[in-house]
Every structure is written in structure tokens, then in C-alpha cells.
């Protein structure tokens, strides 16, 4: 089945500075990439999605990329906030999945003011 | 209908005891799925209903967990004999039918088995 990797684990930047989070998934067959922010205590929500038939897709300062032939996407702030201080994940579904997301561990983001 | 609702929020057991989670689902939804939760990591699929048909199950469901949707509508997680490894958070989740897209939280229902 599908395995997502997520990097770092841990993420502490400078206020306006930006961060990068990373993951990789297993299976090729694998079309849909969407990204939650979950704040402490609260419910995991989309940020931004991402889906197999396009490189790129930016909203404001979120960005996400996507390489289908590595693998891998990745998650872009810029401009960084302190309330984009919470716990990202990258999750991955295929077409069969019916919509079940596998979920990367997380990314804390620490953005110092 | 402002969301997925779930209920309870928090719930201490005895290890050995019965729970029982309960999900309301975003109305037009008819797609759930139960996930669950531990500290510092991502959340696991346990789960999936089609309206009120169970379509898939992770092997992370032991034979102590059982879920319904009997009317396609809310659905019920219960946990039987608990044991403190089943300590999580029980995130319900819906989406329309249709491609794959957004899934809509709710706030968890955080189980705790002394």
C-alpha cells in the first residue's frame, strides 16, 4: 500500500522568512496530494491540494510542488507568519483508495516573531 | 449545519471497558471515515463508509472495533475490552461523492484507557 514520508520533523524559522516541508510516496498510481494544517487542539484542515496532472498551484503564500516522476512534493510558505505556527501534514490517495488519504508523521512549524 | 461533529470530545475509560464515538457528518456528505490519532503523528485511516455501506477497513481494526452507518448518516465507532494502547484521538472525517477532494474534519473525540 501507500507510504508518505514527510521532512523535517521539526521547523523553526524567523518571521518573513520561508519554510519547506518535503514528502515522498510509494505508490506510482498515486493521483491526489493535499496538505493540512492542524493547530494544537484543533481539527486537521486543508491548506492547499494538488493533483497528478499539474507541476505547480500557489494560493497567496502557500505553494505546493509536485514531481511525479521522484515522488516527492513539497510545501512552500513564504512571508511567514506566527500564526502559520502549527503541524502540517502531506497526505497521499490513488484512484482506488475511494478518497482515503494516507498521512504523512507532521511538521511542526515554529515561526519566531 | 456548520461542520462534522462529534461526540463525546473526551472520554476516560477503564481498561477492559466498552466506548462508543459518535460522528454526525456535513448533511449533503456521503462519504465518512474514521482516523485515528496519536501524539505526534499523522492520522490513520480505520475506515470507510459509502452512505451506509462499510467499503473498506484497515488492518490497524482490531476484532474489539466495529463501526456502523446504519442510515447512511451518523455513524458510531465502538471499542470493546479497551486497552491503554487504544489511547488516541478518534478523528471523524466526510466529503462528498464524486473525485477525491477535501476531507472535512471534526474535532476529535480523545479517548483515554487508564
Known amino acids: 500500500g501507500e507510504n508518505v514520508e514527510q521532512h523535517p520533523s521539526t521547523l523553526s524559522v524567523q518571521e518573513g522568512d520561508s519554510a519547506v516541508i518535503k514528502c515522498t510516496y510509494s505508490?506510482?498510481?498515486?493521483?491526489?496530494f493535499p496538505w493540512y494544517k492542524q493547530e494544537l487542539g484543533k481539527r486537521p484542515q486543508l491548506i492547499i491540494d494538488?493533483?497528478?496532472?499539474?507541476g505547480e498551484k500557489k494560493d497567496q503564500r502557500i505553494a505546493v510542488t509536485l514531481n511525479k516522476t521522484a515522488k516527492h512534493f513539497s510545501l512552500h510558505i513564504t512571508e511567514t507568519q506566527p500564526e502559520d505556527s502549527a503541524v502540517y501534514f502531506c497526505?497521499?490517495?490513488?484512484?482506488?483508495?475511494?478518497?482515503?488519504?494516507?498521512f504523512g508523521k507532521g511538521t511542526k512549524l515554529s515561526v519566531k516573531p | 449545519d456548520t461542520g462534522v461533529s462529534q461526540d463525546p470530545r473526551h472520554k476516560i475509560t477503564k481498561r477492559g471497558q466498552n466506548v462508543t464515538f459518535r460522528c454526525d457528518p456535513i448533511s449533503e456528505h456521503n462519504r465518512l471515515y474514521w482516523y485515528r490519532q496519536t501524539l505526534g503523528q499523522g492520522p490513520e485511516f480505520l475506515t470507510y463508509?459509502?452512505?451506509?455501506?462499510?467499503?473498506?477497513k484497515s488492518r490497524l481494526l482490531s476484532d474489539r472495533f466495529s463501526a456502523e452507518r446504519p442510515k447512511g448518516s451518523f455513524s458510531t465507532l465502538e471499542i470493546q475490552r479497551t486497552e491503554q494502547g487504544d489511547s488516541a484521538m478518534y478523528l471523524c472525517a466526510s466529503s462528498p461523492a464524486g473525485a477525491t477532494g477535501e476531507l472535512f474534519f471534526g474535532e476529535g473525540s480523545r479517548l483515554t484507557v487508564l
Open positions: 497526505a497521499a490517495s490513488s484512484p482506488g483508495s475511494q478518497g482515503n488519504l494516507i
Open positions: 494538488i493533483r497528478s496532472n499539474v
Open positions: 463508509f459509502q452512505n451506509e455501506a462499510q467499503l473498506e
Open positions: 505508490d506510482s498510481a498515486s493521483n491526489y
